[in-house]
């Protein structure tokens, strides 16, 4: 199997002032393409920030992180953005929906940024996918967290992926609809072949993946 990401020796240090923060230390993994993976560990361990350096979303202090094939480190933020345009879906944990555009508005925003035509029957279908047809013209404050997230799962499809980042995609949701969800995530990888790398607490949905890898203190653990 061919590795979609790849990382070597990836750390990542804030600094304020004097002060500065080793979030995450000399981290190396890879992940096979087509594969399902999740990331647990303690709340401030450096999960999120783990999987926005995979993302292409940040940037690593030190190290190569590796995204099917290109090296990201080196890129522009432009280049950056074409590969995350390219290859990328992300599922945020507060949904980050715009609130002006209604459901469906948002899930053609990255169709219409794509160049894409005629992008408004894809959104629907999308949209039909994650059973929120019906909801369609609807804003987010008019969703369910539950809808919003489904939503936001439409939009991060829309370009197909060929790896998905996901932080803590059930972490809002109530029991039903988080299974909703997780079924969702799990149908991609299985009928488009998408790589799925999930930050999450709960650890049934850990359980799903194939890979379980641990963080702590910003090093990888287990
Ligand atoms: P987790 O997802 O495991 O809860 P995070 O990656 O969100 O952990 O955060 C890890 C640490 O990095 C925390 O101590 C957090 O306060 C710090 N951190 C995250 N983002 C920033 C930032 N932009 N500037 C400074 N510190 C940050």
Partial sequence: MDTI???QQVSKIYKSGDRSLTVLDHINFSVEAGSTMSIVGPSGSGKTTLLGLCAGLDRSTSG?????????????EDQLAAVRNLYVGFIFQNFQL?????????????????????????????????????????????????????????????????????????????????EKVVKLLFDLNKEAGTTL???THDLELAAK??????IKGGKLVE
């Fill in 5 to 7: 990401l790849d990382l």
């Fill in 64 to 76: 190569v992180v590796e995204l099917h094939g290109t090296k990201l480190n080196g890129l522009s």
């Fill in 98 to 178: 715009l609130p002006t555009l209604t459901a469906l508005e948002n899930v053609m925003v990255p169709l219409e940024l794509r160049g894409e035509k005629n992008v408004k029957p894809r959104a629907l279908d999308l949209l039909d996918k994650v059973g929120l047809s019906e909801r369609s013209h609807h804003y987010p404050t008019q969703l369910s967290g539950g809808e919003q997230q489904r939503v936001s799962l439409a939009r991060a499809f829309s370009n197909k992926p060929q790896i998905l980042f996901a932080d803590e995609p059930t972490g809002n949701l109530d029991a039903e609809t988080s």
């Fill in 197 to 199: 790398v999930v930050v």
């Fill in 209 to 214: 993946t194939q890979r379980i890898i641990r």
